[in-house]
């Protein structure tokens, strides 16, 4: 396995503008969003894991979308940059049906 190679400052720089550009559009979703994040500091899993209080097993699996965090756990990983956890409009795609909310 390839060792990771820990960014440059403006790497981190432009992981971090990357990162808020798809927040604002509304692009950033779970589990893409954690391994973002994580980059966006230059941390490895482990660095990542402690600093939010975390196992390294617990990040890998989130990332991985194998685990079933809980609302606390996401909410501790998305503190780190500034976000809270929310439900966003998804962009209508051509193959789903448009269907009213009920009355």
Do not use: H, Y
């Amino acid at each position: 396995m390839a060792r990771w190679k820990k960014p440059t400052k403006e790497e981190i720089r432009e992981l971090r503008q990357i990162l808020a550009e798809r927040s604002r559009n509304g692009a950033l979703r779970f589990p893409g969003a954690i391994v973002e994040i994580r980059k966006s500091f230059g941390m490895t899993q482990e660095e990542f894991a402690k600093t939010v209080s975390l196992t390294r097993r617990q990040i890998a699996e989130m990332e991985a979308g194998t685990a079933n965090p809980t609302l606390d756990t996401m909410e501790k990983v998305a503190r780190l940059f500034g976000f809270t956890v929310g439900f966003v409009p998804r962009a209508a795609r051509e193959d789903e049906p448009r269907t009213p909310l009920a009355k």
